[in-house]
């Protein structure tokens, strides 16, 4: 199948979330907290697919505050953290939102992505992704994990699904 018509069939987005929304860096002070950094253009990027209908998930194998706090920040409800089997949160998620695989882009940059990256329609590396995972993408963005990958993935999908004027409207 065409790509074009692969991005156009995309309900869901599923994120992970260390070197796809952060750039996989983790600062742990003294007191043993953590933080990690994330882009404000991605951030938008999220609000823009949920502002006109694309679903956006998070599924990550850690937990962290940090990480809870952006996905509240951003009103990503579906938000699966210290999941070590990636596909079972994904075999939920699929059951309660009533859709299929080919209805589902995943964004992955590292072995652990490898399951869901198999098993959606439309797969893809951040720029900075391992080998591996950028073989099983059908599509690698130009930016790293953590600067703008997200956005990417977020414009390409609004823009091939035909709603980028609509947001522009909105927005503006």
Not at 70 to 95: D, H, M, N, P, V
Request: charged share 30%.
């Amino acid at each position: 199948m065409e790509q074009a018509e692969k991005i156009k069939k995309i309900k869901l987005v599923i994120l992970d979330v260390d070197g796809v929304m952060s750039d996989g860096r983790i600062v742990i002070d003294d007191n043993g907290v953590q933080s990690r950094n994330f882009d404000i253009k991605d951030g938008m990027g999220v609000v823009a697919l949920k502002m006109l209908g694309v679903e956006v998930a998070i599924i990550t194998s850690k937990r962290s505050g940090a990480v809870r706090h952006r996905a509240q920040e951003l009103k990503i409800e579906r938000f699966y953290e210290g999941i070590k089997k990636k596909t079972e949160a994904y075999a939920e998620i699929l059951e309660d939102m009533g859709i299929c695989d080919e209805e589902v882009c995943y964004v992955g940059d590292d072995l652990v992505d490898l399951s869901m990256m198999n098993r959606v329609g439309l797969p893809i590396a951040v720029g900075d992704a391992i080998p591996e995972v950028k073989e099983a993408a059908a599509y690698i963005t130009e930016a790293r994990g953590g600067y703008g990958a997200v956005r990417e993935v977020a414009e390409m999908i609004l823009k091939t699904q035909g709603k980028w004027e609509k947001l522009l409207a909105k927005i503006g």
